[in-house]
């Protein structure tokens, strides 16, 4: 039996001001160590994330023979590429991580070694047959209980054939395993996706020397390309980032800084929604790195109106929704929340989390099949909350105390080091830099 434990989040009503470099994004950092595992050599990572989901992805290459060291957020790796990796002796446990299990499907497909993939309770609930169904048609021996649904799943690497793939929902994770498994298939693949969802595997494909087209919604790449180590920088993850922006953005007084934050056109759904409810948000500098864009930007505090989110700015800002949830119980008006169905299989049910958490609150929300309508502005009172063992909804409660009148307990608070593992410190840092 684990024994759950519980923090106590109580500040009196803060101002928070002041300057943050949030830790290195999630999704960069497991394409660098799967990229710099599948090419041949030398690749180093600066800025990597030192989250659980990421530290997985590090054990499982390991596993496969490739060498890898860390120190802090600067990782080495040297391979001897996708073709000499050896059979792992274990299973290769992705824990909590989705996008690990479901890329490393795409990755292990076209390899030459066998393995079993397995994940944690919340991992082996969710749906793999989105991977597993168009790898196997092109051709990937994947084998588990059902028909590849769910995890625990068997990979025998071996030949494959390009494909010409519609996918049913947008999604990166899907995207990226069938790009993956392109990259060593017999002829061209091709991925098209209803909305384009966030796209860097494409720009770090072409860092690693493979080319690749995108043409709207549709990328392509030829199989047979070998990819040469190189190096990758990680900008600030605007998914982590988005916390301290919604919470500069609703309480009176505050502004932050971000410093090197990723601004990725396809992750910044999040500073369309701040502005589009009257937040205000500069972008400081811009620059462009590794095929990725990042900058600093600074974000601070306004009335706030609600808006309607929906369509094809969804898939950039899936992962912020739990925050912008609570944003929008300080928001004038009606937000509207829909096309947002995806959330139903995240980390948890995040559209009945979310719903039920703030509830207990005292706001003013109701869910609907796929998405949440939340009405404000809403004075908001201390509870006990659940993080249901997602970084998402422990952040999201965290920062639901800051405007809370009494406490807020949250149950499981350690699960926020998936992503954030510095969460508190830079929270606490923000709110005693104004007391100073
Ligand atoms: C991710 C893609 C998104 C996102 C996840 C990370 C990625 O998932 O929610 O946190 O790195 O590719 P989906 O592809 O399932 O939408």
């Known amino acids: 039996m684990t024994v759950s434990e519980v923090k106590t989040v109580q500040f009196n009503k803060p101002v928070i001001k002041g300057s943050i470099k949030v830790p290195g994004d999630k999704s960069i950092s497991h394409r660098a160590i799967m990229l710099g595992s599948i090419a041949t050599g030398k690749t180093s990572v600066k800025g990597f994330l030192e989250g659980e989901d990421c530290l997985r992805t590090i054990d499982i290459f390991k596993q496969l023979g490739v060498s890898i060291e860390r120190n802090g957020t600067d990782v080495l790796i040297d391979s001897p590429g996708i073709h000499n990796w050896k059979t792992p002796d274990v299973e290769l446990y992705a824990g909590n991580s989705g996008t690990t299990a479901r890329l490393l499907l795409g990755i292990l497909s076209g390899s030459r070694v066998k393995s079993v993939v397995t994940g944690d309770d919340s991992l082996s609930k969710r749906p793999m047959k989105r991977v597993t169904g168009p790898l196997q048609l092109m051709g990937a021996s994947i084998s588990g209980a059902g028909e590849g649904d769910f ?36 002829g061209l693949t091709s991925v098209k996706e209803s909305a384009v969802s966030r796209d860097h595997t494409e720009r770090m494909f072409k860092l690693f020397g493979a080319t690749i087209q995108q043409e709207g919604n549709v990328v392509s790449l030829h199989g047979g390309q070998n990819l040469k180590g190189t190096n990758v920088v990680v900008p600030g993850d605007i998914s982590s980032a988005a916390f301290f922006m919604a919470a500069a953005a609703m309480i009176k007084g505050s502004s932050i800084e971000f410093v090197d934050v990723g601004l990725n056109p396809t992750r910044i759904g999040i500073i369309k929604v701040l502005e589009r409810m009257g937040a205000t948000v500069e972008i400081l500098e811009k620059y462009g790195e590794n095929e990725e864009p990042y900058g600093t930007i600074r974000v601070s505090n306004s009335h706030l109106r609600g808006i309607v989110i929906e369509g094809d700015i969804i898939p950039t800002l899936i992962d912020e929704l739990p925050i912008i949830a609570l944003l929008a119980t300080q928001c004038e008006g009606v937000t509207v929340i829909k096309d947002a169905e995806e959330l139903r299989v995240k ?34 009172k201390g509870a006990n909350l659940k993080s249901y063992g997602d970084h998402r909804l422990g952040m999201m409660a965290a920062i639901a105390a800051l405007i809370t009148e009494g406490s807020v307990q949250i149950e499981n608070p350690s699960c926020i080091a998936i992503s954030y593992p510095n969460f508190f410190e830079q929270l606490s840092d923000l709110i005693k830099k104004d007391e100073d």
């Open 151 to 186: 995890l625990p799943l068997t990979i025998k690497g071996g030949a494959l054939k390009g494909i010409d793939y519609e996918m049913p929902v947008a999604s990166a994770q899907v995207k990226s395993a069938i790009l993956f498994a392109g990259l060593n298939a017999d």
């Open 347 to 380: 980390e948890t049910d995040r559209i009945a989390a979310v719903t039920d958490e703030l509830t207990k609150l005292g706001a003013q929300i109701e869910s609907t099949e796929d998405g949440m309508i939340i009405t404000g502005p809403t004075p908001l």
